[in-house]
């Protein structure tokens, strides 16, 4: 797994969007993004810095 964060600033806020819309009532969530019941309930409220995705894989490409 990769990570590189880059900033120009002394300044950083983290921001999980599914943090957010976990904390946010799910009415507006659900009636703004037109999402369903499935979608809502894999929210978390606790923070999660790294998620797999199962069916995703990277290779670096290599230029040899």
Not at 1 to 14: G, I, K, Q, T
Not at 22 to 41: F, R, Y
């Amino acid at each position: 797994m990769w990570f590189l964060e880059m900033f120009r600033s002394n300044l950083f806020e983290e921001v999980s969007l599914n943090q957010w819309m976990a904390l946010t009532p799910k009415e507006i969530v659900e009636s703004n993004i037109h999402v369903g019941p499935q979608v809502m309930d894999s929210l978390r409220k606790e923070k999660w810095p790294v998620v797999k995705y199962p069916g995703f894989s990277y290779s670096p490409k290599n230029d040899e």
